[in-house]
C-alpha cells in the first residue's frame, strides 16, 4: 500500500475516533438522540462542502470542538460539586433529605438551573427557621426566669446552652420547641393566677388587721412580680397574715361587719334582709363566727359584681332623683332672680336634662329588674319596697307637692 493510502486511512480512522469521542461527550452531557443525529449530519455536510480542506485540518476543528466540550462538562461537574456541597449543608441544618440529582453524572443546564433555584428556596427556608428559633429561645429563656427554672431535659440544654448556629431546624424541632414554649407560659399564667390570689387576700388581711403602710411598701416588690421567689414570699406571708388573724379574731371580725355594711348599702338591703344574718349581731367571737361573716362577705361580693350594672343603675338614679328635688325646690325661691352669675340658666337646663334622663333611666332598669326577678325568683327591693313601685310614689308625691304649691299660690293671690 503506497504511502499516500496509509495516510488517508489513519486520517480517518482519526476522524471517526473523535466523532465517537464527540458523540460520547454529547451523551454525557445530556443532549438529546435527535440533536445528536443533527450534530453528526451537520459534521459530515461540513466534511462533503469543505473539499479543499484536508483531512487534518479536519481532525483539527474537531479536536476543538472536543476541548470546548470537555471544558464545559468540567465546568458543569465543578458547579455541581460546589451545589452539592451547599446542598449537604442545607440538609444538615434543616434536617432535610438531599436534592435528587446524581453527582456522578454530568448534569444539563436545565438541571443546574433547577438545584440553583432548590438552593436558594432552602436557604431562604432555613433564614426563616432561623429567626422563629431565636425568637422563640428568646421567650423561651424569659418564662424560665420568670419561673426561676433550669434547663433540664437535653432537648432544653441545647436550646439554651449550645451554640445556636448548630440546632437542628428540622420540623419537628420548631414544633417541640413551640410546644415547649406553650407549656412553659401556661405554667407562667398559672403561677401569675396563683399571685394574683395571694395578693387580693394578702391586701384584704392588710386592710382588716390594719397592717402600717410602712410594713406593705416593704413587701411591696412581691405584689407586683410573679417569679418563684415573690410566689414564696407571698405565700409565707400569707401564712404570717393567717397567724395574726387568728390573735386578733375580734378585729378582723368587726372589720368584716364593717365591707358587710357597706355591701347591704351598696345592694340595697332592708332591715329585714341585714337581721337574716344572725351571725352579724353575735359577740360570741371565735374562729367559727369568723368563718361565717368570711363566707357571707364573698356571697354579698359575688352578689354584687354578678349585678353591679343594677346596682349602680339604682343609685344612679337616686342621685339624679336628689339633684331633681334641691333644683325644684330652688325653682321656688324668690332670691335666685337675684342671682348674677348664670347659675338660674344652669340650674333650669339642668333640670331639663334631668326630666328627659330620669324616664329613660327608669326604662332601663324596669328591663334589668325583670331579668333580676326571674334569676332570683323573688322581687327586687330597696329598703325593703319594690323599686319600681317606689319610683312610682315618688313621682306622685312630687306631683301632689306641686298642685298644693300651686294651690297656695291661688290663695295667695286671692287674699291680696
Not at 229 to 254: C, H, I, P, Q, S
Amino acid at each position: 500500500m503506497r504511502k499516500s493510502e496509509v495516510l488517508a486511512a489513519e486520517s480517518v480512522a482519526c476522524l471517526n475516533k473523535a466523532l465517537c469521542r464527540l458523540k460520547d461527550i454529547w451523551e454525557e452531557i445530556g443532549i438529546p438522540e435527535d440533536q445528536r443525529l443533527q450534530r453528526t449530519n451537520v459534521v459530515k455536510n461540513h466534511i462533503k462542502e469543505e473539499r479543499g480542506v484536508t483531512m487534518l485540518q479536519q481532525e483539527k476543528e474537531i479536536r476543538t470542538q472536543v476541548e470546548m466540550l470537555v471544558k464545559e462538562r468540567t465546568q458543569r461537574m465543578q458547579q455541581l460539586k460546589a451545589l452539592t456541597e451547599r446542598d449537604q449543608d442545607l440538609c444538615d441544618t434543616l434536617c432535610s433529605d438531599p436534592y435528587a440529582l446524581d453527582p456522578n453524572a454530568v448534569p444539563s443546564l436545565e438541571q443546574l438551573d433547577g438545584f440553583r433555584q432548590h438552593i436558594v428556596s432552602q436557604t431562604t427556608e432555613k433564614e426563616r427557621r432561623h429567626a422563629e428559633f431565636v425568637g422563640i429561645k428568646r421567650q423561651i429563656i424569659l418564662c424560665m426566669d420568670d419561673l426561676d427554672q433550669l434547663p433540664e431535659t437535653s432537648f432544653e440544654k441545647d436550646i439554651i446552652c449550645e451554640d445556636q448556629e448548630a440546632f437542628c431546624l428540622s420540623k419537628d424541632n420548631i414544633a417541640s420547641l413551640k410546644l415547649l414554649l406553650g407549656q412553659l407560659e401556661e405554667r407562667k399564667a398559672e403561677n401569675q393566677a396563683v399571685c394574683e390570689a395571694h395578693r387580693e387576700k394578702i391586701q384584704e388581711l392588710w386592710d382588716r388587721l390594719q397592717v402600717p403602710q410602712e410594713e406593705r411598701e416593704l413587701f411591696s416588690e412581691h405584689m407586683v412580680a410573679s417569679k418563684k421567689k415573690n410566689l414564696d414570699a407571698l405565700e409565707a406571708e400569707g401564712r404570717r397574715l393567717m397567724e395574726l388573724k387568728r390573735l386578733n379574731m375580734r378585729n378582723v371580725t368587726e372589720a368584716i361587719r364593717s365591707e358587710i355594711a357597706v355591701l347591704w348599702e351598696k345592694c340595697f338591703f332592708s332591715s329585714d334582709q341585714q337581721q337574716a344574718f344572725v351571725p352579724y349581731f353575735s359577740n360570741d367571737f371565735t374562729e367559727q363566727l369568723l368563718g361565717l361573716h368570711e363566707a357571707e362577705i364573698l356571697r354579698l361580693k359575688q352578689h354584687y359584681e354578678e349585678h353591679k350594672e343594677l346596682f349602680e343603675g339604682v343609685q344612679r338614679w337616686e342621685e339624679s332623683w336628689r339633684l331633681f328635688l334641691e333644683l325644684e325646690k330652688k325653682a321656688t325661691d324668690p332670691s335666685r332672680f337675684t342671682n348674677r352669675g348664670g347659675n338660674l340658666l344652669k340650674e333650669e337646663k339642668q333640670k331639663a336634662e334631668l326630666h328627659k334622663s330620669l324616664p329613660k333611666l327608669e326604662k332601663k332598669l324596669k328591663a334589668q329588674i325583670y331579668v333580676w326577678e326571674q334569676e332570683q325568683a323573688r322581687e327586687f327591693l330597696v329598703n325593703g319596697q319594690k323599686f319600681l313601685q317606689f319610683v312610682e310614689e315618688q313621682w306622685e308625691l312630687h306631683r301632689i307637692e306641686k298642685e298644693n304649691e300651686k294651690l297656695e299660690r291661688v290663695k295667695t293671690w286671692l287674699l291680696i
